[in-house]
């Protein structure tokens, strides 16, 4: 599986973003997918996944909203009142263990996009 992060880019806080995380080379069904966030020099923190369930960090209930389009096989992540300590570098994984991939285990990772919050 090769994933594709996209949508990252630079907003002012209390703005929007949607990241989109598109795979390819089979089906994301099944899996658990979703997204962690690392700023350099921190150790890479879980943001939210999507299985059957949804989940998400305490930091981000309420303001960020994940969701699956089986059909086009891509994960969504719907960033609203963006904070300054939102601010990383966001990476999309894919595991076929729910537990392994909360514990930043997944299978399958993304190149990474960059999320800017300016103050």
């Known amino acids: 599986v090769q994933l594709q992060a996209s949508g990252g880019g630079l907003v002012q806080a209390g703005g929007s973003l949607r990241l989109s995380c598109a795979a390819s080379g089979r089906t994301l069904v099944g899996y658990t997918v979703g997204w962690f966030r690392q700023v350099p020099g921190k150790e890479r923190e879980f943001v939210s996944g999507?299985?059957?369930?949804?989940y998400y960090a305490d930091s981000v209930k309420g303001r960020f909203t994940i969701s699956r389009d089986n059909a086009k096989n891509t994960v969504y992540l719907q960033m609203n009142n963006l904070k300054p300590e939102d601010t990383a570098k966001y990476y999309c994984?894919?595991?076929?263990?729910?537990?392994?991939?909360?514990?930043?285990?997944?299978?399958?990772w993304g190149q990474g996009t960059q999320v800017t919050v300016s103050s």
């Open positions: 999507v299985s059957g369930s949804t």
């Open positions: 994984s894919a595991g076929s263990s729910t537990t392994l991939f909360l514990r930043g285990l997944g299978d399958y």
